[in-house]
Every structure is written in C-alpha cells, then in structure tokens.
Nanobody, 127 residues
Framework: QVRLVESGGGLVQAGGSLTLSCTASGSIFSINVMGWYRQAPGKQRELVADITSGGSTNYADSVKGRFTISRDNAKHTVYLQLNNLKPEDTAVYYC?????????????????????WGQGTLVTVSS
C-alpha cells in the first residue's frame, strides 16, 4: 500500500510564510504528477498547484507569484512554499497524485493506486 503524508501546516499572520511537505511512502516505482489542493470552510476543494516528474508546474491564478511548488523525485516528496499569505488562504491543504505505480511484494508485480490523497494539513492565516 502507498500513502501520502503531509506536514508543515500551522497558524501564521498575514504576510507570513509556511512550507508544506508531502511524502509518498511504500514501494514506490513512479509518480508522474503530484499536487496540492485546498478546501476552505464551506467551499469546494480546489487545485492550488501541481508539478510533473519533469518539473512542469501549474498554479491557480489566486496563488501565482506567491506560492511555489517543487519536488524531490528521489524522495518522492513534493513541497509547497507559501509566501505573502492572506486570510483567504486559510484552508486544509491536501496532497494528491492521480496515479502511483508501486511494487506489490505480495503478488510480485507492479500495481497502481489512483487518486491518492493525504490526510490534510491545516493552514490558518490571521489578519
């Protein structure tokens, strides 16, 4: 089985910064896209940013110029640097990948998990 585990959330004042991390665990073979979503109270979950294994990035308009996504493929880890935070950035941030290919030691083959989500980490920005 594979898991995504986030860390790095917390309480910060407006204008401050945080760094979120998300690491995939298990016998990972490959992960193409890794991304961050967020869900604010009473709102739908939305894409914040994602990045391919080749380093191509995509950002929501609301975070362009303030947030930076990066990854370490060898560590199966994706980061989100949040700068110049605003109260409207307050949300639970979730790590996601559409597909993880891993080695199934029980069946002795490669398997894949689809739409894998982390447990979420809360970011609260005070005004």
């Amino acid at each position: 089985q594979v898991r995504l585990v986030e860390s790095g959330g917390g309480l910060v004042q407006a204008g401050g910064s945080l760094t979120l991390s998300c690491t995939a665990s298990g016998s990972i073979f490959s992960i193409n896209v890794m991304g961050w979503y967020r869900q604010a109270p009473g709102k739908q979950r939305e894409l914040v940013a994602d990045i391919t294994s080749g380093g191509s990035t995509n950002y929501a308009d609301s975070v362009k110029g303030r947030f930076t996504i990066s990854r370490d493929n060898a560590k199966h880890t994706v980061y989100l640097q949040l700068n110049n935070l605003k109260p409207e950035d307050t949300a639970v941030y979730y790590c996601n990948t559409p597909e993880i290919i891993y080695y199934n030691a029980y069946d002795l083959r490669h398997d894949r998990d689809l739409e894998v989500w982390g447990q979420g980490t809360l970011v609260t920005v005070s005004s």
